[in-house]
């Protein structure tokens, strides 16, 4: 099948194959069992984050056997001269960097503790408590992807796949679908509007949602994602959950997840009160939702995610109107 564009995803010979029970088995093994570290899959190559940060790049070496370690040497100059070679072909090399983590890690703490990160660590944060914190398994969202970009006008800070965590929906009876869901996360009141605030995704998701043949590709390569991400076995909350997605509902959620709102601010009510206006005009083909907190927590709950007009009077209830 011909794609649109670089559709992320991993060949199952030899990346899966290598990931599960070959030269790669080792750092997949760690990242399991590391809960400081998210690896998420890219086009024929591998992201392992950190504080939200990409601690190693490992991709398909193109021209030899093999694969391609990087770490950004921005975060620790110094590191450079003591970094293992980038090619992986056998075991040792990958252990090789597995036992640089510490230092590399290390060099993280001290960069950004100079240059905060705190949305992508937050993005991390959302991701370890859906996927695979203790209380995972009751959430009906499960994170798909992060900084998921696919150079044709999409750009989402988390895209996540609804699964609603009763019995009938987790079996798939009923004709029951899972929902694609695109999450935005924005932090402070500061990023509500201007710039990358509400209404300008707002206009980048009607572009996107609007060019044909991008939304059922977007759909195909996310439900790859999910599945390879489950036979990786980085969803621990699903491993009990043999059951395989193979499609889901023909519309797509849009959430907005907002950290840090200052309630005495009018930023965001003013900035939710221009969307609404956008879009009884527009009208657009997909739905837009707000996650609001559980409990202080970043566990993502149907219950919590309200509609427009919902978020709008919850807005009004938390200004004591």
């Not at 009884?280 to 309200?306: C, E, V, W």
Request: hydrophobic residues 40%; charged residues 25%.
């Amino acid at each position: 099948m011909s794609h649109l564009y670089d559709s992320r995803g991993l060949s199952d010979k030899p990346f899966i194959h290598d990931l599960q029970e070959g030269v790669l088995a080792p750092l997949l093994d760690r990242v399991q069992k590391d809960r400081s570290l998210d690896m998420e899959i890219r086009h024929e190559y591998v992201n392992i984050y950190y504080r939200g940060g990409n601690l190693l790049r490992v991709s398909r070496d193109n021209r030899h056997s093999g694969y391609l370690a990087h770490f950004n040497v921005n975060y620790g100059p110094t590191l450079k001269a003591t970094l293992p070679g980038e090619r992986i072909v056998r075991d040792p090399d990958t252990r090789a960097w597995l036992d640089k983590f510490p230092a590399m890690k290390n060099a993280m703490d001290l960069f950004l503790g100079r240059i905060s990160k705190d949305e992508r660590a937050s993005q991390q944060m959302v991701v370890y408590e859906n996927n695979v914190g203790s209380s995972a398994g009751g959430s009906d969202y499960f994170i798909v992807d992060i900084e998921y970009d696919n150079h044709q006008g999409a750009r989402f800070d988390l895209v996540a796949l609804r699964w609603d965590s009763d019995s009938t929906a987790r079996k798939l009876q009923k004709n029951y679908l899972p929902r694609l869901t695109a999450i935005e996360m924005k932090t402070g009141d500061s990023a509500m509007s201007g710039k990358s605030g509400l209404l300008d995704h707002y206009d980048d998701w009607v572009a996107f949602f609007s060019q044909p043949g991008l939304l059922g590709e977007f759909k195909r390569e996310m439900l790859l994602v999910f599945e390879q991400k489950r036979a990786l076995g980085l969803i621990p909350a699903l491993a009990k959950n043999h059951n395989s997605v193979r499609d889901v509902a023909a519309d797509v959620d849009v959430v907005f997840l907002l950290a840090n709102h200052d309630p005495a601010s009018c930023r965001l009510k003013t900035a939710v009160d221009a969307l609404q206006e956008r879009i009884a005009k527009d009208r657009p083909g997909f739905n837009i939702h707000f996650a609001t907190a559980t409990f202080m927590g970043f566990g993502l709950y149907s219950q919590n995610i309200l509609s427009l007009d919902a978020f709008r009077l919850h807005l009004e209830r938390l200004a004591g109107k």
